[in-house]
């Protein structure tokens, strides 16, 4: 409309002002500030995967073999088997950008407070249990597993089923167990919650017998008995766990085959991607040693792949325990013995 006006002779000022616009918007639509487009996209960077090298891992992914498994598992089997595609990110990338990465419940954090603070620096120093239940063939049915960890490989050293939940089975499945791993004095912590089993009595005066140390966690604290807990999500949470057993032979088949799985196939994110059974019985050097040629022909054959450099293969953590971040600092105390500082 003032296009209008100004070319019937009106002049610019009278036209924006009875129609209510600014003369610095009219002069502004005569001139505009971005007569072209600009290219403001980044180059795209030497590392870039192709297209070709992207479908290849989304087949990976997407196979029969590993379509259950996360990419934390994946490169370091594929790895052991002398191939490399990515790296542990890109696969979670490429997971990301086909909308295939979610998480399948929320996270609850809780409150720190004292708890009891253990450290192993090798395999059988630590111990950790806990009692679960499996549904079985009806409703209120259930069988119980007892499962016995090692904390330092998370190798479990033992496991039992039974009809019950009470004292005596525990007192039973810690004996057997400790029998079976440990040979000669024993110098081995177990650390479990605070369920009758556990606190019993008999339970108490077992471990006395056996000259072993006995550890509780705090009240209604999952936090302090975290190596069980999260193991029995990684049971119940397995792409095979069925809904329910049928009977106790077949559950007792089933967790044989998957407690051997999880020893000598899992690749354990707590220990640096290696099984809990190269960890327990002191191979780890030999796997670390093989991945590492792996990757080192890899970065040989397309450093460009890598922008930090070369790779490196990582061994299992020195240290595990519970509650490490409250462990107490040494404390050098000074004293004045006749005029001499010590």
């Not at 980044?42 to 995967?49: C, D, F």
């Amino acid at each position: 409309m003032v296009r209008v006006l100004v070319e019937e002779g009106c002049k610019v000022k009278w036209a924006c002002s009875d129609l209510v616009i600014s003369r610095s918007l009219w002069y502004r639509s005569l001139k505009p500030r971005f007569g072209k487009e600009i290219n403001v996209s980044p180059p795209s960077p030497a590392n870039k995967l192709d297209q070709e090298e992207r479908k290849a891992i989304l087949d990976v992914l997407h196979s029969e073999e590993y379509m259950d498994l996360t990419p934390r598992e994946i490169v370091p089997k594929l790895a052991d088997m002398g191939t490399y595609l990515a790296s542990i990110r890109t696969f979670y990338r490429i997971l990301v950008e086909n909308e295939e990465l979610h998480e399948r419940r929320l996270q609850r954090s809780c409150v720190k407070l004292s708890a009891p603070v253990l450290e192993a620096r090798g395999p059988n120093e630590v111990w950790t249990w806990d009692i679960t239940r499996v549904k079985g063939p009806w409703k209120g049915k259930f069988f119980y597993l007892y499962v016995m960890i090692d904390i330092f490989s998370r190798f479990v050293v033992g496991w039992m089923l039974a009809e019950r939940e009470n004292a005596i089975r525990a007192q039973n499945f810690i004996r057997e167990t400790v029998r079976m791993q440990i040979k000669g004095s024993p110098s081995l912590t177990i650390h479990n919650d605070r369920g009758s089993p556990m606190k019993a009595a008999g339970t108490r005066g077992l471990m006395e017998l056996l000259g072993l140390e006995h550890s509780f966690s705090r009240p209604r604290t999952s936090n302090d008995n975290p190596f069980s807990e999260s193991h029995y999500k990684t049971i119940k949470y397995h792409h095979a766990y069925p809904s329910y057993f049928e009977s106790m032979e077949a559950c007792i088949e089933y967790f044989d085959k998957w407690f051997t799985w999880y020893n000598y196939e899992h690749r354990h994110t707590g220990i640096n991607l290696h099984t809990p059974a190269s960890v327990y019985h002191g191979s780890v050097e030999e796997v670390v040693k093989h991945r590492q040629e792996v990757m080192d022909r890899a970065f040989e054959n397309n450093p460009k792949r890598f922008s930090k450099g070369r790779p490196m293969v990582k061994s299992n953590p020195p240290i595990v325990g519970i509650n490490l971040h409250m462990k107490a600092h040494d404390v050098r105390i000074m004293k004045v013995e006749n005029g001499v500082i010590t």
